[in-house]
């Protein structure tokens, strides 16, 4: 399985066939996703291969999900700062809105007695 960010998704699903002459061939078989109208720039496999993350110029996160019949489908789009993506999703496709604000927090536990010696990433 191979995930490709570029103009548009693509899945791709390259499998080994031994033919009845023990001839290995590759079957590929390619599916193209354009959900993004725009180019994709990163794409991230969960350990599994079952669900996959995309990222594009249009700011939103997709979340790809392959269902029982071994299709992929867009099952979530997540938009930042609470806008929503410049064009409608599929009904199939929830759009969910994530606060800035809410994606980290922190806690001072205590105090730093010298602050040169704390390394900073």
Avoid at 78 to 95: C, D, F, M, R
Avoid at 101 to 112: C, D, E, F, R, W
Wanted: hydrophobic share 35%; with cysteine.
């Amino acid at each position: 399985m191979l995930a490709v960010a570029s103009k548009d998704l693509y899945i791709v699903n390259i499998r080994g066939v031994t033919d009845a002459s023990a001839n290995t061939k590759l079957d590929i078989q390619a599916t193209k996703f354009s959900d993004h109208n725009c180019p994709v720039w990163r794409v991230c496999w969960n350990m599994l291969a079952t669900m996959l993350i995309s990222t594009g110029d249009d700011g939103c996160v997709r979340i790809w999900r392959k269902n029982y019949t071994k299709d992929w489908k867009c099952a979530a789009v997540i938009k930042a700062e609470g806008s929503y993506p410049s064009y409608e999703p599929s009904l199939n496709s929830p759009v969910m809105t994530v606060s800035a604000t809410a994606t980290a927090k922190y806690y001072k536990k205590g105090s730093i007695s010298n602050p040169n010696q704390v390394p900073w990433h």
